[in-house]
């Protein structure tokens, strides 16, 4: 399995942008798709975005469209999450996660089998 190290995460006020990264190590993201989770104190972990490995087909949570985009660099390993327009209700531990191409539903976090570490994120308003 390949290990996931995200970065980025930090304290924003609301309305302001952050950009997260994951980077593949000890691996590549080669033939894998690629998401985010985030988890609140309390929560569940909920499904962000997601993103295919054939075709880079995007996926995005329901309240996170129009302000986040998923991107990614397939040369470099890399997995990017561009938050833009935050609100207090992001706030949580935000997770990249991978698994094989097409197996099992994107906004499934069952479907993922590596994980990384998760970077916190706190949005006041």
């Known amino acids: 399995q390949v290990q996931l190290v995200e970065s980025g995460g930090g304290l924003v006020q609301a309305g302001g942008s952050l950009r997260l990264s994951c980077a593949a190590s000890?691996?590549?993201?080669?033939?894998?798709?690629r998401g985010w989770f985030r988890q609140a104190p309390g929560k569940v972990r909920d499904f962000v975005a997601a993103?295919?490995?054939?075709?880079?087909?995007?996926n995005y949570g329901d309240s996170v469209k129009g302000r986040f985009t998923l991107s990614r660099d397939n040369a470099e390993n890399m997995l990017y999450l561009q938050m833009n327009s935050l609100k207090p209700e992001d706030t949580a531990v935000y997770y990249c996660?991978?698994?094989?191409?097409?197996?099992?539903?994107?906004?499934?976090?069952?479907?993922?089998?590596?994980w990384g570490q998760g970077t916190q994120v706190t949005v006041s308003s």
């Open positions: 996660a991978a698994r094989p191409a097409y197996s099992g539903r994107p906004v499934d976090s069952r479907a993922y089998n590596s």
């Open positions: 000890g691996g590549t993201f080669s033939g894998l798709d």
């Open positions: 993103i295919t490995w054939i075709g880079g087909r995007t």
